[in-house]
């Protein structure tokens, strides 16, 4: 007798990392407003001192460095705050070329900034994705914004939507000629935290991967170091979104 228990082992595995990211997203909740009041106080006597002293030259600088990190720290209480919040998706019907079209706008500051080349192939006749709008504009902007980072100036970013056969689903494609992320980080680039820049939180690619799940949707993201990554955001469309509800 045998058993494919894959599925099985699957839904075992979403589940214990389900509950791992709730007690992560509790802990943090917790220490991030705990932090969030002293963070105002601190900024807000550096701004008064600042009036009051009238600092110049190199003491000029280091308030303006002192206040800076204070804006670094609230934004990753802010981070924190949002990976934490239980948020339930508002979903209605959409065009999913028109929301791929709209987050583009959110980041023509950075694409413009960095000489990026857009390039689109947007496919006709797709069914309306069931989506809360706002949420996965996120999702988009947030993977945008990290190919652009791993890209040299004048790099090229290409999108692209379609419908996969037989799986009640809309895909958007993400693909840019960037870095690539190495083979070891591949694994971890979901978990709270990770991340191998300079600064930011290591909560972005954490909330899409929620974010996804709560769409019962899926992500799939393939890279070789060196040549670029590819990421897959698949989204269930209105007739399977729909039953879902029921």
Do not use: W
């Amino acid at each position: 007798m045998q058993r494919d228990i894959t599925e099985f082992k699957n839904l075992e595995q979403k589940f214990y990392e389900s509950q791992k990211l709730a007690a992560v997203g509790q802990l943090s909740a917790g220490i991030a407003h705990e932090v969030r009041n002293p963070l105002s106080s601190i900024k807000m006597s550096l701004q008064i001192l600042e009036k009051r002293l009238n600092p110049t030259g190199n003491d000029q600088k280091r308030f303006k460095i002192a206040q800076k990190e204070v804006e670094h720290l609230e934004k990753l209480v802010s981070d924190i705050l949002i990976f934490a919040r239980p948020v339930e998706p508002d979903r209605k019907p959409v065009n999913i070329n028109v929301l791929v079209e709209h987050s583009l706008h959110m980041a023509e500051k950075e694409i413009m900034d960095k000489g990026i080349k857009i390039e689109t192939r947007l496919s006709e006749g797709l069914p309306e994705a069931f989506i809360d709008q706002a949420m996965i504009d996120q999702v988009l902007l947030n993977i945008y914004l990290n190919a652009i980072d791993a890209m040299e100036r004048g790099g090229r970013l290409f999108l692209s939507t379609s419908r996969p056969k037989g799986n009640g689903s809309v895909s958007v494609t993400i693909e840019d000629n960037g870095c690539g992320i190495a083979p070891e980080d591949i694994a971890h680039i979901f978990n709270p935290f990770f991340t191998k820049k300079k600064y930011g939180t290591g909560l972005d690619l954490t909330q899409v991967k929620k974010i996804i799940d709560q769409h019962n949707g899926t992500i799939e993201i393939s890279s070789q170091q060196g040549n670029g990554t590819r990421v897959v955001v698949n989204l269930p469309t209105v007739e399977k979104g729909s039953r879902a509800e029921i």
